[in-house]
Nanobody, 123 residues
Framework: QVQLVESGGGLVQAGGSLRLACAAS????????MGWYRQAPGKGRELVAV???????NYGDSVKGRFTISGDNAKNTVTLQMNSLKPEDTSVYYC?????????????????WGQGTQVTVSS
């Protein structure tokens, strides 16, 4: 199995900044993409930002220009720098990764999710 451990998050005032980090561990052979999604109460899970192992990034429209995602392929980590935070950014943020892993001498694909970290932005 592949585990994702998230850190960061918390409470911040509008206009402030927070940094989220996520580390993947387990029998990983390769990671294709890592990224962040978020889900507010009563709403569906939405894309925040993802990055490929080649460094290509994709951002949700609501965070473009404010959030920056970066990754370290060697360490299997991803970081999300969140600036100019707004109250509507309040949500549980989930780390996500997909790739391939070793499984009983074979290679299989995986998709894993972290347990989520709360980000609260006060007005």
């Amino acid at each position: 199995q592949v585990q994702l451990v998230e850190s960061g998050g918390g409470l911040v005032q509008a206009g402030g900044s927070l940094r989220l980090a996520c580390a993947a561990s387990g029998n990983i052979r390769s990671i294709n993409t890592m990224g962040w999604y978020r889900q507010a109460p009563g709403k569906g899970r939405e894309l925040v930002a993802v990055i490929t192992n080649g460094g290509r990034t994709n951002y949700g429209d609501s965070v473009k220009g404010r959030f920056t995602i970066s990754g370290d392929n060697a360490k299997n980590t991803v970081t999300l720098q969140m600036n100019s935070l707004k109250p509507e950014d309040t949500s549980v943020y989930y780390c996500n990764a997909d790739g391939t892993m070793s499984y009983f001498l074979r290679t299989r694909t995986f998709t894993s999710w972290g347990q989520g970290t709360q980000v609260t932005v006060s007005s």
